[in-house]
């Protein structure tokens, strides 16, 4: 279900590949961090909102890269 937002940001997560980008995001966003996450193997992307009031909601595009030069 889309939920009404007032701003939208894109974020893309860049880094050297194997240094937690991928478990910093899931944390960010699931709330749970997972040993066994896997690396992307091109880019993932992941939605998530945040409301600071009642009245503000803030909607975050989250891309998560594999940290290798291609990408």
């Known amino acids: 279900m889309d ?3 007032n ?3 894109g974020i893309v997560i860049l ?3 194997a240094v937690g ?3 910093l995001l899931h944390r960010f966003t699931e709330g ?11 880019i993932d992307f992941k939605v998530h909102n945040m ?5 503000v909601v803030i909607k975050l595009l989250l891309w998560d890269t594999a940290g290798q030069e291609r990408f």
């Open 7 to 9: 701003f939208r940001f």
């Open 15 to 17: 880094g050297d590949s």
């Open 32 to 42: 749970t961090f997972d040993e066994s996450r896997q690396s992307p193997l091109g």
């Open 3 to 5: 939920v009404p937002w």
């Open 51 to 55: 409301n600071f009031d009642p009245n």
């Open 21 to 23: 980008k991928s478990s």
